[in-house]
């Protein structure tokens, strides 16, 4: 995997927001929030969530439905369904 870029999140009014990063690589992007890596999406197949992570806060939970575009009611809904994958993406 190659990493091509690092940048990150912004909030609702457009500022950098610290300790949440969005991760592009040469396989797809990565959501990061602190040190732990929370979300996948990849350019092909399913997007996959950190099993331990990816519902670890409330701050993380903001960005990690910024990141998929979602609600955390579809988000559960996606992985209950088999859509997501949970995965140790630590």
Do not use: C, H
Not at 73 to 88: C, N, Q, V
């Amino acid at each position: 995997m190659n990493i091509q870029k690092i940048q990150n999140m912004r909030s609702s009014n457009g500022n950098d927001v610290p300790n949440q990063f969005e991760i592009f690589t040469d396989m797809g992007k990565y959501f990061q929030s602190y040190s732990s890596m929370i979300a996948f999406k990849p350019f092909s197949g399913k997007i996959v969530l950190d099993a331990n992570k990816w519902d670890y806060s409330k701050t993380t939970g903001i960005y990690r439905n910024q990141f998929l575009g979602e609600s955390i009611k579809e988000t559960r809904k996606k992985i209950k369904s088999g859509e997501y994958i949970l995965a140790d993406l630590n």
